[in-house]
Protein backbone atom coordinates (compact mmCIF):
# COMPACT_ATOMS: atom_id res chain seq x y z
CA UNK A 1 0.00 0.00 0.00
CA UNK A 2 1.15 3.57 -0.66
CA UNK A 3 -0.10 6.93 0.75
CA UNK A 4 0.20 9.71 -1.70
CA UNK A 5 0.06 12.91 0.13
CA UNK A 6 0.06 16.03 -2.57
CA UNK A 7 -0.90 19.51 -1.97
CA UNK A 8 1.38 21.57 -0.64
CA UNK A 9 2.95 24.84 -1.56
CA UNK A 10 3.56 28.23 -0.66
CA UNK A 11 1.63 30.67 0.44
CA UNK A 12 1.58 33.74 2.77
CA UNK A 13 0.19 34.22 6.11
CA UNK A 14 -3.45 34.27 6.84
CA UNK A 15 -3.84 31.93 3.21
CA UNK A 16 -5.39 28.25 2.87
CA UNK A 17 -4.29 25.35 1.41
CA UNK A 18 -5.73 21.97 0.93
CA UNK A 19 -3.63 18.80 1.88
CA UNK A 20 -4.78 15.45 -0.03
CA UNK A 21 -3.95 11.66 1.07
CA UNK A 22 -5.23 9.01 -1.60
CA UNK A 23 -4.30 5.48 -1.73
CA UNK A 24 -5.34 2.24 -3.54
CA UNK A 25 -7.04 -0.78 -2.82
CA UNK A 26 -10.59 -0.72 -0.91
CA UNK A 27 -9.08 -1.17 2.68
CA UNK A 28 -8.14 2.22 2.76
CA UNK A 29 -11.77 3.29 3.45
CA UNK A 30 -11.71 1.28 6.74
CA UNK A 31 -8.89 2.75 8.67
CA UNK A 32 -8.05 5.69 10.65
CA UNK A 33 -5.70 8.08 8.52
CA UNK A 34 -3.76 10.66 10.09
CA UNK A 35 -1.52 13.97 9.11
CA UNK A 36 1.78 14.89 10.64
CA UNK A 37 3.91 17.35 10.16
CA UNK A 38 8.02 17.86 10.70
CA UNK A 39 9.77 21.36 10.59
CA UNK A 40 13.56 21.24 10.56
CA UNK A 41 14.99 20.80 13.62
CA UNK A 42 12.06 19.11 15.30
CA UNK A 43 10.21 16.41 15.88
CA UNK A 44 7.48 15.21 13.85
CA UNK A 45 4.23 15.93 15.53
CA UNK A 46 0.56 14.83 15.33
CA UNK A 47 -1.95 17.43 13.42
CA UNK A 48 -5.07 15.90 12.83
CA UNK A 49 -6.85 12.25 12.85
CA UNK A 50 -10.08 10.90 11.99
CA UNK A 51 -12.05 7.76 11.94
CA UNK A 52 -12.59 5.16 9.21
CA UNK A 53 -16.50 6.10 9.45
CA UNK A 54 -15.41 10.07 10.02
CA UNK A 55 -17.15 10.13 13.33
CA UNK A 56 -14.24 10.27 15.73
CA UNK A 57 -11.93 13.24 14.60
CA UNK A 58 -8.67 14.65 16.71
CA UNK A 59 -6.57 17.93 16.33
CA UNK A 60 -3.50 19.25 17.47
CA UNK A 61 -4.78 22.10 19.97
CA UNK A 62 -2.55 24.67 17.74
CA UNK A 63 -4.81 24.39 14.89
CA UNK A 64 -8.09 23.53 15.88
CA UNK A 65 -10.25 25.84 14.40
CA UNK A 66 -8.19 26.13 11.44
CA UNK A 67 -7.75 22.90 10.45
CA UNK A 68 -10.33 20.57 8.86
CA UNK A 69 -9.68 16.66 8.55
CA UNK A 70 -11.93 15.06 6.50
CA UNK A 71 -12.25 11.71 4.56
CA UNK A 72 -13.93 10.91 1.13
CA UNK A 73 -13.96 7.06 0.90
CA UNK A 74 -15.65 6.73 -2.70
CA UNK A 75 -12.59 8.36 -3.58
CA UNK A 76 -10.21 6.78 -1.06
CA UNK A 77 -8.69 10.27 -0.04
CA UNK A 78 -8.41 11.96 3.18
CA UNK A 79 -8.22 15.71 2.88
CA UNK A 80 -6.23 18.32 5.21
CA UNK A 81 -8.09 21.84 4.76
CA UNK A 82 -5.90 24.44 6.60
CA UNK A 83 -7.26 28.02 6.70
CA UNK A 84 -5.51 30.86 8.51
CA UNK A 85 -2.18 29.42 7.67
CA UNK A 86 0.89 31.04 10.11
CA UNK A 87 4.43 30.90 9.74
CA UNK A 88 4.60 28.13 12.74
CA UNK A 89 2.79 25.89 10.52
CA UNK A 90 5.42 25.82 8.16
CA UNK A 91 6.84 21.75 7.59
CA UNK A 92 6.83 19.00 5.76
CA UNK A 93 2.83 17.13 6.01
CA UNK A 94 2.81 13.64 5.96
CA UNK A 95 -0.22 11.41 6.04
CA UNK A 96 -0.11 7.91 8.05
CA UNK A 97 -2.89 4.94 8.19
CA UNK A 98 -3.51 2.52 10.81
CA UNK A 99 -4.21 -0.76 8.89
CA UNK A 100 -6.18 -2.38 10.94
CA UNK A 101 -9.69 -2.84 9.27
CA UNK A 102 -13.00 -0.68 11.55
CA UNK A 103 -10.61 -0.43 14.48
CA UNK A 104 -11.74 1.44 17.68
CA UNK A 105 -8.23 1.56 19.76
CA UNK A 106 -5.75 4.06 20.04
CA UNK A 107 -4.11 4.49 16.11
CA UNK A 108 -0.76 2.86 15.01
CA UNK A 109 0.42 4.12 12.95
CA UNK A 110 2.14 1.63 9.97
CA UNK A 111 1.96 3.22 6.46
CA UNK A 112 3.36 6.28 6.11
CA UNK A 113 3.52 8.74 2.82
CA UNK A 114 6.21 10.70 1.59
CA UNK A 115 5.50 14.14 2.56
CA UNK A 116 4.39 17.38 1.03
CA UNK A 117 6.11 20.73 1.83
CA UNK A 118 3.85 23.72 3.19
CA UNK A 119 5.75 27.09 3.20
CA UNK A 120 4.08 29.78 4.97
CA UNK A 121 5.41 33.38 4.65
CA UNK A 122 5.33 36.36 6.90
Known amino acids: VQLQASGGGLVQAGGSLRLSCAAS????????VGWFRQSPGKEREFVAS????????NYLESVKGRFTISRNNAKNTVYLQMNSLKPEDTAVYYC????????????????WGQGTQVTVSS
Open 50 to 57: ISWSGTHI
Open 25 to 32: GPAFSTWI
Open 96 to 111: AADATPYSSRDPRWNF
